[in-house]
């Protein structure tokens, strides 16, 4: 299933979007609609969340075939904080291992009234397939995709980025590390391309950036001297092994003397320039202690954001859905 099929996927006869599959295709107004939409949603820790009804009565299911601790649960608090139903299931340990294909589960969870899926999965193309073969008033969120697609991540990475140093288009971002294997490079960079990025940097070993023809429109560097000199954004990646044949071939200790994101080469960068990471973290090799914790850190504000850009997400999608559920009732009326 290409990135391509999932743009078209996504959305209903009317051109509104039903599922959230791919960052691909979103005009530059809908991504604003979407972040102005979530900047509302936003509090910050010591203040009460955010709250409303928009999915009262609904029924969000979460179905992760990979672990996740931040898009997971911020997907779950972003739901019951809309007044949905949740379900977590851990598909882990679920019937994908008894032999029950994916289809089965979902049609014995719509049976029980889901109306939002949320899914992750290490192999490209699960969320299109179901989102072909849901029933019309269900809608399929992707929380992440092999290497190719993690759309809400690529949404609050853009918002963090808006809060922070302002309009995209006049900054200059650098993402550092393991692109070839990052989702979350895919889709950031993809949000901050239709946004009209200053400059977008792809910083990384030639062994880990992106296929050739990939992400047309940044640049790629293959020094991290190069790659972060007066750059408003340093996002730093982790190597992401799981998905690497030859994973031993990339020494951690290697890669941070070469790569690794430290108070020293952030000076390279603009003084006031922001340090962000998707997480999870490994500390001591793509990004030291003392940046993740220190003064130009993002991170935290990049969790934060999470909940309010999954909220705005879930209200859009349901109020879409809505929509169409209404024409559709009028039609056969
Ligand atoms: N949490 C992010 C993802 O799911 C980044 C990572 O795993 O490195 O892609």
Redesign the pocket.
Do not use: Y
């Given at each position: 299933m290409s990135i391509e099929s999932g743009a078209e996927l996504q959305r209903d006869q009317a051109g509104r979007l039903r599922h959230l599959l791919t960052l691909e295709g979103l005009t530059r107004d809908e991504l604003q609609h979407l972040l102005d939409l979530a900047q509302f949603y936003v509090r910050v820790p010591g203040e009460l969340p955010a709250r409303d009804q928009s999915l009262w009565g609904r029924t969000v299911a979460n179905l992760f075939f990979?672990p996740?601790t931040?898009?997971r649960v911020s997907f779950e608090l972003a739901a019951k904080r809309l007044g949905a139903d949740v379900v977590n299931l851990d598909m882990q340990s679920s019937s994908r291992v008894k032999g029950e294909t994916v289809l089965d589960t979902i049609y014995t969870l719509q049976a029980m009234l889901v109306d939002v899926f949320v899914m992750?999965d290490a192999e490209p193309g699960l969320p299109a397939y179901v989102s072909a073969h849901v029933a019309p008033h269900v809608s399929v969120l992707n929380a992440?995709e092999a290497h190719l697609s993690?759309p809400t991540?690529g949404l609050l990475d853009v918002l963090t980025i808006r809060q922070r140093k302002g309009e995209v288009r006049n900054l200059s971002v650098a993402i550092v590390g393991d692109i070839r294997h990052?989702?979350?490079a895919r889709s950031t960079s993809r949000a901050l391309l239709t946004l009209g990025v200053g400059e977008l940097r792809l910083v990384s070993p030639a062994s880990l950036a992106p296929e050739p023809g990939e992400l047309e429109g940044a640049r790629r560097h293959h020094s991290l001297a190069e790659g972060v000199a007066g750059a408003d954004v340093v996002m730093a990646?982790?190597i992401?092994r799981e998905r690497m044949a030859d994973a031993d071939t990339v020494d951690p200790e290697t890669f941070y003397r070469e790569w690794g994101v430290t108070a020293e080469n952030l000076r390279g960068a603009r003084p006031d320039a922001i340090v962000m990471h998707?997480?999870?973290m490994n500390r001591g090799v793509e990004i030291t202690s003392e940046v993740a914790d220190g003064a130009q850190s993002a991170i935290r504000q990049q969790v934060t954001n999470g909940v309010a850009v999954r909220m705005a997400v879930l209200a859009t999608i349901v109020r879409n859905v809505q929509e169409r559920n209404v024409e559709a009732g009028r039609r056969a009326g």
């Open positions: 990979e996740s931040r898009t992750r992440g993690h991540q990052s989702r979350v990646l982790r992401q998707p997480g999870p």
